[in-house]
């Protein structure tokens, strides 16, 4: 988090969780055109948090809910964070809710469907062998020292799939969804393989001011 506060005392703009009171998988760094320049090409960047368990490295992608209702779950688990904001960071409905009702009661309901939400749910993990994490060789990148897996193609197999090398603009798409599905990287799993996430409504509340505007109320 030190490093999160001194991105936006730099000018940045970070999403952390995606504006839920927890993190889990996921931060999102947005860089303002001071720092990249006119029609930079990357603006963007996704840290992907790791959870080390036994010989593996688990991404749990806790905000996408597997299964078939996942999709329906996702979106009411993303309207049901937003009774969680004060009434001037809410619009329509969620805004007269959030002013009529006692915020410790909407705590409450978050915290009973956030339980509930992590016993009986899963979702696809990112799994990693912990041993790309652990063993590492160092690269220069622009100038810049960078420490990636010593076995590095070894990684980019597991990862994307024993055709790696081949640029693929459909690998990720939905239509082609089977490839980046048959992955061993990816592995449906529980929610509860890993321990439930520390709700911290403070941590909501102090960086929902730093959420990109058209990030306050969209999944």
């Known amino acids: ?18 504006g ?5 998988n996921i931060i999102q760094l947005y860089i303002p055109e001071n720092i990249t320049g006119p029609n930079p090409h990357i603006k963007q960047v996704d840290f992907y948090i790791y959870q080390p368990e036994g010989k593996y490295a ?14 329906k779950l996702k979106n009411h688990f993303f309207k049901i964070k937003r009774i969680l904001f004060p009434p001037k960071q809410t619009t329509g409905k969620m805004k007269y809710l959030n002013i009529i009702i006692p915020k410790r009661i ?11 939400y992590y016993k009986l749910g899963k979702c ?3 799994v990693q062998p912990i041993k790309y994490f652990k063993n590492l060789k160092t690269i220069q990148f622009y100038d810049i020292a960078y420490k990636i897996a010593n076995e590095t193609e070894n990684y980019l197999m597991h990862r994307y799939g024993p055709n790696w090398k081949t640029p693929d603009a459909d690998f ?19 929610f509860s393989l890993l321990d439930k996430p520390t709700i911290d409504f403070d941590l909501q509340a102090n960086y929902i001011e730093y959420l990109p505007d058209h990030m306050n109320e969209t999944p």
């Open 1 to 18: 988090m030190a490093a999160i506060n001194k991105f936006i005392s730099d000018g940045c703009k970070v999403r952390i969780q995606k």
């Open 20 to 24: 839920f009171p927890f993190v889990d």
């Open 58 to 71: 688990y991404m749990r992608w806790f905000n996408s809910p597997s299964g078939l209702h996942g999709k």
């Open 106 to 116: 909407r705590y409450f309901y978050f915290i009973l469907f956030f339980h509930l």
């Open 124 to 126: 696809i993990y990112h």
């Open 172 to 190: 990720n798409t939905d239509f082609y969804k089977e490839k980046w599905k048959m992955v061993s990287a990816r592995q449906e799993l529980k």
